[in-house]
């Protein structure tokens, strides 16, 4: 039923000088519904948010407007207005004929535009401010301009890139009631781009989690919040302590040295798997008996509801655990977690799998250089192979020069124990290594591998 | 510990020679007859002599035409560079302002020759051409560079507005360029009023300008009366400037 769906789109893909910003976005937006585009920075979000108002043509792929394409429609005829970051308020008019700039467009009766702006302006509070210059509005001012100067003309749809960025906290987080409350009176549909996860889940009513122009999870902020489908959901939504396991059997994994109770099924028997466990879903107290295991408290950190500690398991992991009371550091606490507060996640890889060519008997080639290595008897020149070099026998040097080739941090994710890494090459392949030293994202790191590290295997199929 | 501020003394002297002091001995020598006494005569003669007054009011003519010929070639001009989907290179720009580099006096030399080799008649017209071909650089730069730092976001937000290409340009880029066009202007207007170089080899003085009733009067050495045209022409110009100050609060962009 696409009748449903106000906005539909379909497979998009875009790339800026053969870098792909957007890969396959493919998602649809319900009548009145509030939906928010979150992702870090360079994400694609702002990209996406650009076509759909129509100042990008994608590249592949469509977008539908009430069941109509859109794609090749220019920005002034389509119905949809913007509040851009920026505000983007016009210096040279008042307050009233900004906001009365698309309807004398539109050639409406004076009267009704009066009526209108009028309406609008005490909707967003500033009535009595028609005739200020906009240079004289504070921030917060301005911005609401903005927003009456697009919803004024009743959109069928209103984007909103990152309106809240550039206030202060106190105002963002009045402005974020206030918008909700905007949204609930106007029912008018929502896409609003951010990367505060914080303001995505207070004012969304579907969140689609985007990275590297990849939609990672669409969902509700609760199903986000509760059940992120990737490590990389889980760590950029709230906080989070992820760690590698096992699945034992179903509702039974393992990890930090432990077996736990949960409530996934069907991930299949000795399966590594990536946990994710919330800091204020961890039971801590100070007594060891009925706890599941024990640690040491670290550090503890007042941070304004709840104490923040930092606790050493018995094995060896390091964990995050949020609770009202504190507990010194040096101090041994019991914890424990709920079935339901594990959440467990398929891995995306185990190991890292590059395509190769067979040079002779003892080098392949890839990742765009020559790699020394045993090349297993079946293997002839010239063949394409596949070589498996697991994450943490990937070497990385602190100087460039010193690898085989070199590559930046581009991700990095602490599992407990250790720093798992996505290293991006300059040749602009991915690798990911898990590593125990410490690495800030940016990073230039040389890549080394040892021989006897990698693996050939077939290429299937 | 020598003070900051007395780094600026020789920029002062500087000033007080060769700025303060020429305007000072202007408004000394028109107030003055020939043998040094105070006088109104030669204010008052200027404005009783029809002549002169002419003079005047033919180079506001010309100024005025040419500072209108410069902003409908210059804008679109500027306006062109700027835009990034017809013009990418910095080359262009540097094409459009090379003139600028060469003396006008050059050029104009120059483009009198053009025009006696190719047998057209000199006058208004070829006075217009020349003075277009002068100071069209003045009145693209400022142009340009308003329309390069003006925030995309604008046109974009009009766009969103449902403004078509054409209403974006007219409610917006060009109500935005205003101050931009207003330093062109400054830079154009006044020097015509005062020029004479290009009247006097691209009409061969048919046409004469203020500037050249200046030069005139101070070449036969009536350094009194000519001064007195100088002051004239000086209080027109801090008048208009005065009045363009006003009309916005700042004047953003330009070389100004």
């Not at chain 1, 300059?426 to 021989?451: A, M, N, Q, S």
Request: aromatic share 10%; with cysteine; net charge negative.
């Amino acid at each position: 039923m696409t009748k449903d769906y106000i906005i539909d789109i379909q497979h998009l893909s875009k790339s800026f000088g053969g870098v792909k910003v957007l890969d396959d976005i493919d998602f649809y937006v319900r009548r009145g519904e509030f939906i928010t585009l979150l992702g870090p920075s360079g994400c694609g979000k702002t990209t996406l948010l650009r076509q759909i108002a129509g100042f990008i043509a994608p590249d592949e792929g469509r977008i539908l407007l009430e069941g109509k394409d859109i794609s090749g429609i220019p920005p002034h005829k389509r119905p949809l207005n913007t509040v851009f970051q920026r505000y983007a308020l016009f210096p040279h008019l008042d307050v009233f004929d900004n906001v009365a700039f698309g309807l004398k467009l539109h050639k409406i009766p004076a009267k009704e535009i009066e009526m209108r702006v009028q309406k609008m302006l005490k909707m967003v509070s500033m009535t009595d401010y028609e005739d200020r210059s906009v240079d004289s509005l504070s921030g917060g001012q301005q911005q609401r301009v903005a927003i009456a100067r697009a919803l004024v003309n009743y959109p069928k749809v209103l984007l909103l890139d990152e309106p809240l960025a550039a206030l202060d906290l106190k105002m963002r987080k009045d402005m974020q009631l206030e918008l909700k409350e905007i949204h609930r009176k106007m029912g008018i549909t929502f896409i609003y781009v951010t990367h505060d996860q914080e303001e995505a889940l207070t004012l969304s009513d579907t969140i689609v989690v985007m990275n590297e122009g990849r939609i990672q999870q669409i969902g509700t902020p609760t199903d986000i919040y509760n059940e992120p489908v990737n490590s990389f959901v889980a760590d950029f939504i709230g906080e989070s302590t992820i760690l590698n396991g096992t699945m034992i059997c179903d509702r039974k994994v393992e990890f930090m040295g432990h077996e736990f109770e949960c409530v996934d099924e069907g991930f299949g028997e000795g399966v590594p798997v990536d946990v994710v466990v919330r800091p204020e879903d961890v039971c801590i107290s100070s007594s060891l008996e009925g706890a599941q295991f024990s640690g040491v408290v670290e550090s503890c950190i007042f941070k304004g509801v709840h104490y923040e500690m930092f606790v050493d398991t018995d094995k060896g992991y390091e964990l995050m655990v949020q609770d009202y009371d504190s507990f010194e550091p040096g101090s041994r606490v019991g914890l424990s977690i709920k079935p339901d507060d594990i959440q467990v996640m398929r891995k995306e890889r185990t190991c890292n799998t590059l395509e190769a060519t067979v040079e002779d008997r003892d080098h392949i080639s890839m990742l765009g250089c020559s790699w020394e290595c045993t090349v297993p008897e079946e293997f002839k020149q010239g063949d394409e192979v596949l070589a498996e070099v697991a994450f943490d026998k990937v070497d990385l040097l602190d100087n460039q020069e010193d690898g085989k080739l070199g590559g930046e941090v581009h991700f990095l994710l602490y599992k407990g124990d250790h720093y798992h890494l996505t290293i991006l090459t300059d040749e602009g392949d991915h690798l990911w290594v898990d590593t125990d030293d410490i690495w800030d994202k940016g990073d230039l790191v040389g890549i080394d591998i040892l021989p006897s590290d990698i693996k050939i295997k077939r290429k299937n199929g | 510990m020598v003070k900051r501020s007395n780094w600026s003394i020789p920029y002062l002297v500087f000033m007080m020679v060769f700025v303060v002091l020429p305007l000072l001995l202007i408004v000394l020598y028109a107030f003055q007859d020939g043998a040094g006494h105070f006088t109104f005569s030669n204010i008052t003669h200027f404005f009783s002599d029809s002549d002169s007054l002419s003079t005047f009011a033919v180079s506001i003519e010309v100024a005025i035409e040419n500072t209108l010929i410069c902003i409908l070639l210059g804008y679109p001009a500027a306006w062109i560079l700027a835009n990034r989907k017809y013009n990418r290179s910095a080359v262009t720009v540097v094409l459009f302002l090379m003139p600028m580099w060469i003396n006008a006096l050059m050029r104009t030399l120059a483009t009198a020759e053009l025009f006696n080799m190719l047998g057209v008649a000199l006058g208004k017209g070829t006075l217009l051409f020349g003075m277009v071909y002068d100071f069209l650089p003045f009145m693209i730069y400022p142009i340009y560079t308003t329309l390069m730092k003006m925030d995309k976001s604008y046109a974009e937000a009009a766009e969103d507005l449902g403004a078509a290409p054409w209403t974006v340009f007219w409610k917006i880029t060009v109500p935005l360029s205003l101050p931009g066009v207003m330093s062109g202007v400054l830079m154009v207007f006044m020097p015509t009023v005062s020029t004479f170089a290009i009247s006097e080899f691209l009409t061969n003085n048919k046409i004469k300008l203020f500037g050249t009733i200046i030069q005139e009067n101070i070449n036969s050495s009536m350094w009194n009366y000519g001064a007195a045209l100088a002051f004239i022409m000086l209080v027109i110009i801090g008048i208009t400037t005065l009045f363009q100050g006003s009309e916005r609060g700042e004047v953003e962009g330009g070389l100004i």
